[in-house]
């Protein structure tokens, strides 16, 4: 062979190698939401806008796509929508793994590490220490820090690491830290196994215990794991404290999920304002999971990412080079009902630039339209069903279809994701999930967010969410309403395409 041929084929191999993971047309890749260029990803990690820029941080494991020791990944956005990828924030050391946590903008240098104009971010994260639970020891778990000088773009590990010990605690992870303006401190609320702890400091690297908050609370079907803790503002001009925390396992359609508390944090501990039996979850989909806010979110926005999958077959989904994907972003507010308060989810208003133009197509029954990513917005009246079942249908041309419907017997919203032929990856995976209504009037409202392998309901207003991934062996490309053994009682619908934000 000529030594041109040998240089085309080496020059050619390292450009495919490098850019053939991302290049995000796979199948099933998503084109609307994050997911890494390749390789395993889980949990969104230290969350933080500064300076224009979103930081998402992720649990990535860079050289497989199952979940293995663990890194923090990075990439970051104008918008939460377009994503640039930076390298590696964060690697393993002889502490541990580099598990879940978040990130400060440490707006007075209270931790001493700034250096130069930029303030310093400061990260803390949970280091898991291998040798240690395999030898049976109960405290692998610690919390360490990091910062950087430079926007985040490069980052240092504190030298005297760990800043919050175990106290003999097999699962104490997960710090989402942030500033208490009350208590003028610190506080970091952890997972710790069945409940959350609450710690303080002054200074970001001398911590110590200041409450607790769980035990008798909410879900203990799994451990507990990345909680998060902001204020919302209610309508009546005072504001509730929202915890959110996730939950391994038992989550009502199964698998991993995440519940949320809403009531009053005084600096030391939480005091829940709903019934301690409520339990209430942020999504009832089951391909949400970790999910978290935005730190320092500009106009006191409260934005969330999730996880978009689920422990009990998150390994094993049919995708290729990758593994998951985040949600959109959402924004959170609170509301009052009669039954207490409720965290209302919507995709943040940067989701309308998903759109390919600003005019919907007015949307009608009993014809398809030729869309595999969409928006859809349904509505539905009651008062006029003569069918107690119905909704969106999206199909392909092999006959796979996924329904996202209403049952008015069961008064619930549900996913139907039993239809897609790849599905045999996992029992758990083909099944009807279901959500409860909050709502009791005759108005179904439907906002749909639809990608390759994934589907976001935003049912009325909000109110109930539903986040659910799928793997049809052909794209869906077909949507339309259905109604079983009757027409569905549609009263108006508007379609946009949606635009890659990859291509
Ligand atoms: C949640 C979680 C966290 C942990 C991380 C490890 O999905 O189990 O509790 O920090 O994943 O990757």
Redesign the pocket.
Known sequence: MSKFIVFLFIFFSAVSAFSQPENYSEKHRPQLHFSPPAHWM??PNGMVYYKGEYHLFY?YYPDGTV?GP?HWGHAVSKDMLHWQHLPIALYPDSLG?I???SVVVDQNNSSGFQKGAEKPLVAMF?Y?NMDGEKSGRTDFQTQGIAYSNDKGRTWKKYTQNPVIKNPGIKDF??PKVMWHEPSKQWIVTM?VANHVRFYRSKNLKNWELAGSFGLEDGSHGG?W??PDLFQLPVKDGKSKWVLLV?V?SGAPNGG?GTQYFVGDFNGKTFTNSNASKDVLWLDYGCDN??GITWSNAPNKRHLFLG?MSN?QYATKVPTDKWRSAMTLPRELSLQKTNNGYRVITRPAKETEQLRKTNTPVEMVTKKEYPYSMCEVTADFDLSKATTDDFGIEISNSVIETLHIGYNRTKNCFYIDRTNCKEKSFSKEFPAIHLAPRMLNNNQIKMHLYIDKSSVELFGDDGTVIMTDTFFPSEDFNKIRTFGINGEPPFTGGKLFELKSVWH
């Open positions: 889980n949990d649990q979940w663990m793994y598990f879940s946590g949970t898991h992870r997960d997972a451990v794991e990345c996730s391994g991993s999971y970790a996880w422990w």
